[in-house]
C-alpha cells in the first residue's frame, strides 16, 4: 500500500497505446481516452522511477490574517527522499530530514536522521511506521502537515477514481516545445473514495483522497474534487497539475472552496518528469459562503533530484550527495 498524508489537511492513499501522432498547434484534439491511458501508465512510470530519487526541499508556510494579508511565513529547507516500508516492498512514502528553519541549522540533523531510522526500524506495522515518518518530517510545519503531493501524481487517474469523473480536452498548449493537452476534469459522483471525512476512510488499499476539514457535518458536505491536468500528448507524462476541492455543506446555495493546489514539473535525466514547485493553499471554513477565507498556504521547491547513494530503508539514510540549484 502506499501512503500520502496530508493534515488540517488531507490524508490520501494512492495504489499505485501509445499516442503516436504527431500534433501541431492546429492540429485537432485528440481523443480524451487516448491520452487518459497513456498518462495513467506514465503514472505508474513516474512512481516506480522516483522511488530512487531525493531531492533538496524548501517549503514556505504563509499564514493569513482575516483581511487576506501574510501574518507570518516559516521556511523549513529538508532532504526530501522516498523511503520504502520495512514490512511492504511496494509501500512507499516520504520522509523529510530537516536540516534548516527560517535558516537556522537544525543541530545534529544527520545524527537524527541516524537515530530515527534506527528507531523505525522497530516498528510493528506499516501504520506505525507511517506515523512516524509524518512527525519526524513535519514537526516544524506551523499545523499544516502535508506529505504526498510530491510522490505521487494526479489521483484522478486511478482506476477506481477514474470512472467517477468527467474528462474534457480543453485544448492544446506548447511546454518547452512539446504538444500538451489541457485536460479538464470535474468529479460526477460521489464515492467513498473522496471525502473529508478520515472517519469515514476506506481502507481496502485502494487510491482515495481524504481531507481532514473540521466542517460541521462533514458527511453531508459533499466534497467535490476538480482540475486540470497538462499531459503531453505521445507520452502522457504531466508537466502540470490544478487540484481544486469544494463542498456545499446543507444550508449553502453553491459549493465553495476549501483547499486547492498546484503542481509544476521539470524534465530531469531520469525518463520521468520531476516535481519543481507545488503550491498548496487552505481555506478557513466558515458558518457563510462568504466568510471562507484563505488560511494557510504552503510552497515547496525543489532542487535537481538525484540517485542517493544508498536505499532509504529501515536504518539506512544519507544526506549526501544533495546538489544545490
Not at 67 to 82: E, L, P, W, Y
Not at 94 to 116: H, M, P, S, T
Not at 229 to 253: H, M, N
Request: glycine letters at 4%; hydrophobic letters at 40%; a neutral charge.
Amino acid at each position: 500500500m502506499q501512503v500520502v498524508l496530508l493534515r488540517t489537511s488531507i490524508l490520501v492513499f494512492l495504489h499505485a497505446a501509445l499516442f503516436s501522432s504527431s500534433l501541431s498547434q492546429a492540429a485537432s484534439k485528440p481523443a480524451v481516452e487516448t491520452i487518459l491511458a497513456i498518462a495513467a501508465k506514465q503514472r505508474d512510470n513516474y512512481i516506480r522511477e522516483f522511488r530512487n530519487l531525493l531531492s533538496q526541499e524548501t517549503k514556505t508556510f504563509s499564514i493569513f490574517d482575516r483581511k487576506g494579508d501574510v501574518k507570518k511565513r516559516r521556511t523549513v529547507v529538508s532532504t526530501f527522499i522516498v523511503y520504502q516500508f520495512s514490512r511492504d516492498e511496494q509501500g512507499i512514502a516520504e520522509f523529510r530530514n530537516v536540516i534548516l528553519v527560517d535558516g537556522r541549522k537544525v543541530n545534529d540533523a544527520d545524527k537524527r536522521a541516524q537515530e530515527f531510522f534506527e528507531d523505525i526500524s522497530k516498528a510493528d506495522s506499516v501504520g506505525k511506521e507511517i506515523a512516524k515518518l509524518e512527525r519526524e518530517g513535519t514537526r516544524f510545519d506551523e499545523g499544516l502537515s502535508i506529505n504526498g503531493l510530491t510522490l505521487f501524481q494526479a489521483p484522478v487517474l486511478a482506476d477506481n477514481l477514474r470512472p467517477n469523473f468527467e474528462f474534457s480536452i480543453e485544448g492544446m498548449e506548447k511546454i518547452e516545445g512539446r504538444d500538451v493537452a489541457v485536460i479538464r476534469y470535474r468529479q460526477a459522483r460521489e464515492t467513498p473514495y473522496i471525502s473529508i471525512d478520515p472517519t469515514q476512510m476506506v481502507a481496502d488499499g485502494k487510491a482515495s483522497v481524504v481531507y481532514d476539514i473540521d466542517i460541521p457535518d462533514a458527511r453531508r458536505a459533499r466534497a467535490r474534487l476538480g482540475g486540470k491536468l497538462w499531459v503531453e500528448a505521445d507520452s502522457g507524462r504531466l508537466w502540470k497539475e490544478t487540484r481544486i476541492l469544494t463542498v456545499q455543506p446543507e444550508g449553502f446555495l453553491e459549493p465553495v472552496v476549501v483547499a486547492d493546489a498546484s503542481l509544476e514539473y521539470r524534465d530531469s535525466g531520469f525518463g520521468i518528469l520531476t516535481p519543481r514547485d507545488i503550491t498548496f493553499t487552505q481555506f478557513r471554513p466558515a458558518r457563510r459562503p462568504e466568510d471562507f477565507r484563505k488560511e494557510i498556504s504552503v510552497r515547496f521547491e525543489y532542487a535537481s533530484f538525484t540517485k542517493p547513494d544508498v536505499e532509504v530503508k529501515e536504518a539506512e539514510v544519507k544526506n549526501s550527495r544533495i546538489l544545490p540549484q
